[in-house]
């Protein structure tokens, strides 16, 4: 499996708060999803359409979200599906990282964590099996404590040597890694966890191919 379809995921989350809360609102639905208001009330209505979630209106001026036998079997289809790529993706991602930090042992470099979830243990156990301590953690804000560790913000970064920072994350949005690049982190000094497929470059255009009014 290369990966969970990106719809199929956001799908699962909405039946999980649903399930979690009925009373959940669309613009609360909203802010689990991370979406506008209006997608939410687009993606909610495609679940209510499907028999997978049935409304009811419990009052006139309050409408209550139930997932059905069928959004429940659903939602087992899509966490089973979930976890599979979960597992594919951890066991790449942890590849990915065996070989970067083989090199980064043999050559004694200093390597830094950003971020301070399930990906930075991924990386800070990476880094252990290694032979490598990290020297420093960091995340947007900092102020708090991650496996021992105090995190930093990455406004500090300066403050610490190092030769390479690992982007810990496996959102694909690239959110972590422009935030660190805005804050003065050189990008040859930025090791993302995933490994984004190469963009196919364009065929350049032979001149000879234009005809003779310089269209082509």
Do not use: W
């Not at 050559?107 to 243990?121: M, N, T």
């Not at 810990?168 to 003065?184: E, F, K, M």
Request: hydrophobic share 40%.
């Amino acid at each position: 499996m290369n990966g969970m379809d990106f719809e199929a995921h956001r799908a699962l989350r909405l039946l999980e708060a649903v399930q979690q809360n009925s009373r959940v609102t669309q613009r609360g639905l909203a802010g689990k999803l991370g979406i506008a208001l209006g997608l939410a009330n687009i993606y909610l209505r495609r679940m209510v359409h499907k028999g997978f979630i049935k409304v009811v209106n419990v009052q006139p001026n309050r409408i209550t979200y139930l997932i059905t036998p069928r959004g429940i079997a659903e939602k087992a289809r899509l966490t089973y599906e979930f976890m599979d790529y979960s597992l594919h993706l951890y066991g790449e991602v942890r590849q990915h990282l065996r070989t970067a930090l083989q090199a980064c042992a043999a050559e004694g470099k200093r390597v830094a964590i950003c971020g301070s979830g399930e990906a930075a243990e991924l990386a800070y156990l990476s880094l252990k099996e290694s032979g490598l301590e990290p020297v420093a953690v960091f995340d947007a804000d900092g102020g708090r404590e991650f496996l021992g560790m105090p995190v930093l913000p990455i406004t500090d970064h300066a403050t610490i040597e190092y030769d390479l920072i690992i982007v810990a994350t496996l959102d694909r949005s690239g959110r972590q890694l422009q935030d660190l690049l805005a804050v003065g982190v050189p990008r040859d000094k930025l090791f993302p966890l995933r490994q984004e497929p190469a963009t196919p470059k364009r065929k350049a255009v032979s001149v000879r191919n234009r005809s003779a009014n310089g269209k082509l």
